[in-house]
């Protein structure tokens, strides 16, 4: 049994594979506070703020509980019949083309749990900034990673299991939190108990996974953000010192 499910599946919900905690949401502000001193070149209180993200508390939710609630939801719903026939498997099945439009479709919010999640750019960007000991973003192991990189990262699900023969497309595919993601596996949404989060309108409000805090190209950063400028061969620079010679033709 799940101790964050809950024995009783009438208590389940019917959004999500497992319901995020109640401090969740301010966890992810702490990041955005942290990931917005970072960029500005304040690591003192890029690493204080961190503190306020309950990192190994995420850490070990996301990796006794929130990877794993499919196993015991569809132990109880059972399985779902196979389709006759079985459709083929689309030919892609990579997502990364979708990744940017979809996930400003569906706000940066997971689609199943609603909470606030951030794509993979500023989860790196986080750990050049700060190292390792700070924030890891790419250690292999869950132990190692920080617990916002597990929880909040956003990735593509699938809603029909590509395994099942779910259309890699954007018709099927919702933004996901890693743990709706990893939780819900491939299981279909009836062996999860689960109602089609198509069903729901996205919550797009004024968040947009830090991705619109400006970075210039030239050195990495975000400091002095007032200086910042697009340049018409593409990317956001520094004004004056970081711009990119006339002939620059963009990445």
């Given at each position: 049994?799940?101790?964050?499910?809950?024995?009783?599946?009438?208590?389940?919900?019917?959004?999500?594979?497992?319901e995020?905690k109640?401090?969740?949401?301010?966890?992810?502000?702490?990041?955005?506070?942290?990931?917005?001193?970072?960029?500005?070149?304040?690591?003192?209180?890029?690493?204080?703020?961190?503190?306020?993200?309950?990192?190994?508390?995420?850490?070990?939710?996301?990796?006794?509980?929130?990877?794993n609630?499919?196993?015991?939801?569809?132990?109880?719903?059972?399985?779902?019949?196979?389709?006759?026939?079985?459709p083929?498997?689309?030919?892609?099945?990579?997502?990364?083309?979708?990744?940017?439009?979809l996930?400003?479709?569906?706000?940066?919010?997971?689609?199943?749990?609603?909470?606030?999640?951030?794509?993979?750019?500023?989860?790196?960007?986080?750990?050049?900034?700060?190292?390792?000991?700070?924030?890891?973003?790419t250690?292999?192991?869950?132990?190692?990673?920080?617990?916002?990189?597990?929880?909040?990262?956003?990735?593509?699900?699938?809603?029909?299991?590509?395994?099942?023969?779910?259309?890699?497309?954007?018709?099927?595919?919702?933004?996901?939190?890693?743990?709706?993601?990893?939780?819900?596996?491939?299981?279909?949404?009836?062996?999860?108990?689960?109602?089609?989060?198509?069903?729901?309108?996205?919550?797009?409000?004024?968040?947009?996974?830090?991705?619109?805090?400006?970075?210039?190209?030239?050195?990495?950063?975000?400091?002095?953000?007032?200086?910042?400028?697009?340049?018409?061969?593409?990317?956001?620079?520094?004004?004056?010192?970081?711009?990119?010679?006339?002939?620059?033709?963009?990445?």
């Open positions: 049994m799940c101790t964050e499910l809950g024995a009783d599946p009438g208590l389940w919900s019917g959004l999500s594979p497992l995020p109640p401090w969740f949401e301010q966890a992810m502000g702490a990041f955005a506070v942290a990931y917005r001193a970072a960029v500005a070149e304040q690591a003192e209180m890029a690493i204080q703020a961190l503190i306020g993200t309950r990192d190994r508390d995420l850490n070990a939710w996301f990796d006794v509980h929130g990877q609630t499919g196993t015991f939801r569809s132990a109880h719903f059972g399985p779902e019949p196979l389709s006759d026939p079985i083929d498997r689309d030919p892609l099945r990579s997502v990364t083309r979708f990744e940017s439009d996930f400003a479709r569906d706000g940066f919010h997971c689609r199943y749990c609603n909470a606030r999640v951030v794509p993979g750019s500023v989860t790196k960007l986080m750990q050049a900034l700060l190292g390792k000991d700070h924030f890891d973003a250690s292999r192991s869950n132990e190692a990673r920080h617990g916002i990189k597990l929880t909040f990262s956003a990735a593509l699900d699938h809603v029909v299991p590509y395994s099942r023969g779910g259309q890699t497309h954007s018709d099927n595919l919702v933004t996901a939190c890693w743990a709706c993601n990893y939780g819900k596996a491939d299981f279909t949404l009836a062996e999860m108990g689960l109602e089609d989060p198509r069903e729901r309108e996205p919550q797009v409000d004024k968040w947009r996974g830090l991705t619109d805090v400006p970075i210039c190209e030239g050195c990495g950063t975000g400091k002095d953000p007032e200086f910042i400028q697009s340049h018409p061969s593409g990317g956001l620079w520094h004004v004056d010192s970081c711009m990119p010679p006339p002939d620059w033709s963009g990445r």
